[in-house]
């Protein structure tokens, strides 16, 4: 038995079995096919060069714009090499007379290709060798990408486990036969993590070396409350683990009677409870678990799921889809938030250095014009069947606010000439994300109708520690004192300029931490649709007067270990259940 430790970041157990997807293209095995199979191994092989050819095509041009016809002509150079008989004939010849898959094809040709340059003396042979590498990943990736056809024909119950997944792999996987993720990159707010969490997938990232041990098919225990991935348990620990299932389910009954009861403190104060959602098919059970609206709406994921950008009709009915499903009451929409560990192919294929702070988010939706603006008209189109507010993502200055307004404005004009049905008055708002928007919230207050706080990167920004790195998760803390006093500065900025504040980061729905933002003044929280019925428990069960005196408390310490020891005491005071409840803590 293997026991690994990770970060838990989707709760829920699973007893299931092991699928090793490995994206590592180094490693490609080397396997014959039957002589039948040799033309569907010189197929797959035609389309990969087919399809990575185009994509190329599409860097050039994308590289052009960005970078000019000089620094663009390195992917000419690629799409001469693919095209080149001299590099397709050896790969047909390993496919035809070896009877040698297509992946162990390209990797052998490309691999004696590199060894060949790297041994010439001559620095214009040695330094193609990272081209080379680059070219061979290319079309792996399209090759080795077809495991996803094994991968759905998969047995229910099976357990994903992977070097790090992507959160369109994970939005693709058949929910009725995989039962839970592991891997070894990751942190707690990371998107693969979110996904996993609004799917109901229990899910342990960070586990660094997890990859290495699993075998596809062995037996394996995922714990996601207290991110233990167990290879190979014996019997004993099955029989423990399923009394903890058996003891979550009965957990997770008891808070089904809460989701109909108002979201009010002891002392009479509605606390909003909305949900966090990634597609519009999410609502129901948001609506069933007790959520009273959705309070963020990630319109990248209609992106991260298709080859190509979404149409405006396909945004349209998304959109109205939305509101329709929540028939009058709160959603808020956040416009594109691409970037940083959020991309398409394309963008993917032309990487930053330091991605996160980068083109992403805001800035590359007014980088990216016609796009933007489409989004802004489907959303605006969609604002005529109910309510609906706009939300823009990682604002840093206000001329990105007077810009973006600019664009809505000029759509809305636009759809008044056309006589196109809009809400002529829709709200806008912004993400409070980095430090120097919650600093400067004040004046972005006169600029905007309302504001909601995104704690992942908020905590990231403020304490430079990436989201997605497990290398830096004990970092990554929302209750160090830096991050509680910027949330302070807001909220006071809010209530001053009489701008509505919500607060729509993962770690609201954690009941330590929202217990902190309840006493420093938030009275609207969006979590992930799970974290819904803990969340209200938790607020029926304390008075505005008590979170206030434990926020104050808590702003005393001059350390996260501190803040975190104080919060979770009295959390655990309040709400015992929420943590006894807990399986395997």
């Known amino acids: 038995m293997d026991l690994l430790k990770g970060i838990p970041v989707s709760s829920g157990i699973v007893i299931g079995r092991v699928f090793v997807l490995d994206n590592d293209l180094t490693r490609v095995p080397r396997r014959r096919v039957t002589e039948d199979q040799v033309p569907e191994q010189q197929t797959r092989l035609a389309d990969a060069l087919a399809v990575s050819v185009a994509e190329l095509e599409r860097v050039y041009q994308e590289a052009r714009r960005e970078m000019g016809d000089e620094a663009a002509k390195i992917f000419l150079f690629h799409i001469g090499m693919l095209r080149d008989r001299n590099l397709i004939a050896p790969m047909e010849k390993a496919i035809a007379d070896e009877r040698y898959t297509a992946e162990y094809a390209v990797s052998s040709t490309f691999r004696a290709l590199s060894d060949r340059f790297a041994q010439m003396g001559d620095s214009a042979f040695t330094t193609k060798v990272n081209d080379l590498a680059d070219l061979s990943e290319r079309l792996l990736k399209h090759l080795i990408g077809e495991r996803r056809a094994e991968l759905d024909l998969a047995q229910p119950g099976t357990v994903v486990i992977a070097r790090d997944l992507t959160p369109s792999q994970a939005v693709g996987f058949n929910r009725k036969n995989i039962a839970a993720i592991a891997t070894d990159l990751g942190g707690r707010t990371g998107h693969t993590s979110i996904v996993a969490r609004a ?266 520690a990436d989201r997605t790195n497990e290398q830096v998760a004990a970092y990554f803390t929302p209750m160090h004192p830096a991050v509680m006093r910027l949330i302070r500065e807001v909220v006071k900025a809010s209530r001053r300029h009489d701008v509505p504040l919500s607060c729509c980061g993962e770690s609201a729905g954690e009941v330590e931490f929202a217990l902190l933002l309840i006493g420093l003044g938030v009275r609207t929280l969006s979590v992930s649709a799970p974290a819904v019925p803990n969340l209200k428990r938790l607020v029926r069960s304390v008075s505005i007067t008590e979170c206030e005196r434990i926020a104050k408390q808590a702003l005393t310490f001059d350390s996260d270990t501190q803040v975190a020891g104080y919060l979770r005491d009295r959390a655990r005071r309040i709400v015992p259940e929420a943590f006894d409840g807990r399986a395997a803590e």
């Open 199 to 464: 799917l109901g997938l229990p899910a342990v990232v960070g586990c660094q070396s997890l990859l290495a041990k699993a075998i596809s098919g062995q037996m394996v225990i995922v714990d996601g409350d207290s991110g233990r991935v167990l290879l190979d348990p014996d019997e004993e620990q099955i029989a423990q683990y399923k009394a903890y299932i058996e003891q979550e389910q009965t957990y997770r009954l008891s808070l089904r009677d809460i989701a109909a009861l108002d979201s009010v403190t002891r002392d009479g104060v509605g606390i909003e409870i909305l949900g966090n959602i990634e597609f519009p098919e999410e609502i129901p059970m948001l609506l069933d678990l007790g959520a009273t609206g959705v309070g963020l709406y990630r319109t990248e994921f209609l992106y991260l799921t298709q080859p190509r950008e979404p149409t405006e009709e396909e945004q349209f009915e998304s959109y109205k889809a939305c509101v329709e499903a929540l028939a009058g009451r709160p959603l808020t929409i956040r416009t594109l938030d691409l970037g940083a560990d959020k991309y398409t192919q394309e963008r993917a294929d032309n990487p930053e250095r330091n991605p996160f702070l980068g083109l992403r988010s805001i800035r590359y939706c007014l980088r990216s014009i016609p796009m933007f603006k489409r989004q802004l008209r489907a959303l605006a189109r969609a604002s005529a069947f109910g309510p609906m507010k706009i939300m823009f993502p990682l604002v840093t200055n206000i001329a990105e606010v007077r810009q973006a307004r600019f664009l809505l404005n000029d759509i809305l004009e636009d759809l008044r000439e056309e006589g196109i049905a809009h809400d002529p008055a829709i709200p806008i708002g912004m993400m409070v994300e980095v430090p120097a928007a919650a600093i400067m919230a004040s004046s972005f207050a006169r600029e905007v109708d309302f504001f909601s706080i995104g704690t992942n990167d908020l905590v990231q920004y403020t304490l430079a």
